[in-house]
């Protein structure tokens, strides 16, 4: 199966700064999603994207598709205790239905 | 999350016993896929499925494992006589038909299944 390489694998941050996180891959991909996922609950979707150079926000979220298509990224600004969670970056190719995933960003945050 | 339901949320199993999951996707979706998670851990894949078709089952153990979708009905996860090593959580996604709709996938709640 398809291999998405995510990073920062943890990040720990002070509140009010801003994160960034990255997921790569080898192959081509014509949709990238990203989603958040608390303890104990499934992972909700954040931000869809569907065109290379696409920039897209949602609050204080921003995702990017990337120009090559093989790359994504997210970005969190002024975080919030809440922001605690892990995000996935998954991609889906120009055929077929399958997403693949990425390993996760595990965001601490302290207060 | 809103709009696919997995039941039960928690699952208690004795080993040997079965362990079945339910999954019913979004509205209008009819595509769904299931996943899963250990503790501290990713989302590693298992099967795709479309209504009464296995599509892709490559992340599906061999033996013990199945799914299906049927035509009318949620789509379940089976694991026959379970062993601890199956203790995950187990999320079901779906997704609508590619070419009618954004493509885009919602998770479910998840089943955490504890094997005794």
């Known amino acids: 199966g398809q291999q998405l390489n995510q990073s920062p694998q943890s990040m720990f941050i002070q509140e009010g700064e801003d994160v960034s996180m990255n997921c790569t891959s080898s192959s081509i991909f014509n949709t990238w999603l990203w989603y958040k996922q608390d303890p104990g609950e499934g992972p909700v979707l954040l931000i869809a994207?569907?065109?290379?150079?696409e920039l897209t926000s949602n609050g204080r979220l921003t995702a990017q598709f990337g120009i090559t298509r093989k790359d994504s990224f997210l970005n969190i600004s002024a975080s919030i205790p809440s922001d605690v969670g892990i995000y996935f970056c998954a991609g889906q190719l120009a055929t077929g239905n399958q997403f693949y995933f990425g390993t996760g960003t595990s965001l601490t945050v302290i207060p | 999350n809103a709009g696919v339901m997995q039941n039960p949320r928690h699952l208690v199993r004795r080993r040997g016993q079965e362990a079945r999951l339910r999954c019913s996707p979004m509205k209008g979706h009819s595509h769904v896929y299931w996943y899963r998670q250990l503790p501290e851990e990713g989302l590693k894949f298992m099967v795709y499925l479309q209504k009464e078709n296995i599509i892709d089952e490559s992340g599906m153990p061999k033996e013990r494992f199945s799914a299906e979708f049927p035509k009318e009905g949620p789509s379940i996860l089976r694991i026959q006589q379970v062993v601890r090593g199956d203790s995950a959580a187990y999320f079901c996604a779906s997704s609508p038909p590619r070419g009618q709709a954004k493509n885009i996938q919602y998770f479910g709640a998840g089943t955490r299944l504890s094997v005794l």
């Open positions: 994207l569907y065109k290379a150079g």
